[in-house]
């Protein structure tokens, strides 16, 4: 670019932002409270989105870290990294995690009778 350049000259020489080049981040902290039913609020995008975080974490006073759509809930008093989620934006609600699979399921007593309770075996039939 010439010393002298005109205006127009010098704004075209100049490289433009465009969304394709943008590497920054949407990065936020925010300080909760877990409520009552275990789960906590958060707005993306325009929508409210409710993260299950577990009843035994009911009141309990959190940390929320956000980074686009990366999510840690942190104990606020203890530090403890309470869960960590990939929001779906497509989903109102993100349930929390089941269960390990090495814990033993009850087995289901009489299949298919949608009764959790086993007549035959509490009384003798003749």
Known sequence: MPHHATPATAYTARPKADPATRTDTHNRVRR???DQFGKLTLR???RLHH???GRTHAG?????????????IINAATGELIRQLTLDPT??????TSPPDDQEKPEPLNEG???S???RQSHEWS
């Open 113 to 115: 009778s949608g009764y």
């Open 44 to 46: 993306h995008a325009g």
């Open 60 to 72: 309990t006073r959190i940390l929320v870290l956000v980074q686009d759509l990366d999510i840690r």
């Open 117 to 119: 309770y086993d007549l």
């Open 91 to 96: 989903r109102d609600y993100q349930p929390g």
């Open 32 to 34: 909760d409270t877990v």
């Open 51 to 53: 993260i299950g975080i």
